[in-house]
């Protein structure tokens, strides 16, 4: 294990983020350099991905520990590992299929109607989002199914001074359930959503607690609203923004295969998870470890703030 870090090459895949790491198995204990030099890739890239692993769901929960305290969810889809509550899987064509009366295609078309909404950062309604997901792919199909990533960071960065400065005093509601197109009569995942509200007020613009970056903390999945704006107004500047967190040039995607991981800072970044694999007859197979993270602040140091169903540490 002490040639680890030699052997070890971080290759960029993007301008802005993302990047490949070879000569690392995973599944191997890993040395407190290969830890370091990892975790610097992770913040330097934001998303980092590694290739023909071998994992099971032991060596990834074990791998997650490596960087932090994975999150125990109480309740996951019926295709997760019970022996294993670390480990979330998700299976899309098993877990998503007849949920709630809807079929795999209606499902996405009514949770992710535009593009923008589709993008989000994982359980950011919360108070306290998870620092980092490492995700697996057991089965992919043979074609599509690609997930793309986005530097928050850099999407700021590229902003205006007038308009950094403008965001930087600004906060907004992020709600779970934000935007999706209710069902005409009973709608069981209304129902759902109405019951298991979770809703946090968080800086628009977070101070990243490791890097010390300004990050843009929008996302189209659960932002709601700009609260010190007035509704159009707040449309309109989110729009903006999510345009501006979204541009291509701040952007890597990534082909998926089986034995691929990516590791990426949730803090930073948001993701569009694919939509072009419901037409195909092959299962896609996933399984993802979250990091606990931190409760998020803004410029002016002042936290998030919950408003209902989350609080610091309790999942």
């Known amino acids: 294990m002490t040639d680890q870090v030699t052997r070890l090459e971080v290759r960029p895949a993007a301008g802005h983020i993302g990047a ?22 992770v913040l330097r890239w934001k998303v980092v991905f590694f290739r023909g692993q071998r994992l099971d769901h032991a060596s ?11 999150v125990l969810l109480p309740s996951r889809g019926s295709a997760s590992p019970k ?8 299976a899309d064509r098993l877990e998503l299929g007849g949920r709630y009366g809807m079929d795999h295609e209606e499902w996405l078309r009514r949770r992710r109607h ?13 108070v306290d989002p998870p620092a980092a997901t490492i995700l697996r792919a057991e089965s992919v199909p ?32 992020h709600r779970l359930g934000v935007g999706y197109q209710t069902r005409p009569g009973d709608d069981a995942y209304a129902r759902h959503l109405l019951d298991r509200q979770i809703a946090t007020e968080h800086p628009l613009v977070r101070v990243h ?21 007035s509704r159009p107004e707040s ?14 040039e701040y952007t890597v995607r990534f082909r998926w295969e089986p034995g691929s991981v990516a590791f990426w800072d949730n803090r930073a970044t948001i993701h569009l998870a694919p939509s072009d694999t419901a037409h195909a007859d092959h299962p896609r197979v996933m399984h993802r470890v979250m990091l606990a993270g931190d409760v998020p602040r ?14 610091p540490g309790r999942w």
Not at 60 to 70: K, L, Y
Not at 243 to 248: D, G
Request: proline share 7%; net charge negative; glycine share 10%.
């Open 142 to 173: 043979p074609y599509g199914g690609d997930t793309t990533w986005s530097n928050l960071a850099v999407a700021y960065a590229g902003l205006s001074a007038p308009v950094r400065a403008f965001a930087d005093g600004l906060r907004a509601e």
């Open 114 to 126: 535009s593009l923008l909404r589709g993008w989000h950062c994982d359980h950011g309604a919360r």
């Open 209 to 229: 607690p490791e890097t010390g970056e300004r990050v843009l903390f929008v996302n189209g999945y659960y932002v709601e609203q700009i609260l010190q704006l």
């Open 298 to 311: 803004g410029v002016d140091g002042q936290p998030s703030v919950p408003i209902v169903g989350s609080e």
């Open 235 to 248: 449309r309109a500047l989110l729009d903006m923004l999510l345009e501006q967190a979204t541009r291509p």
């Open 20 to 41: 490949e790491i070879t000569g690392v198995d995973l599944a191997e204990p890993l040395t407190n350099e290969t830890v370091a030099a990892i975790r610097a890739a």
């Open 83 to 90: 022996d294993f509550p670390e480990v979330e899987t998700t």
């Open 60 to 70: 990834h929960a074990a791998f997650a520990r490596r960087f932090g305290t994975p």
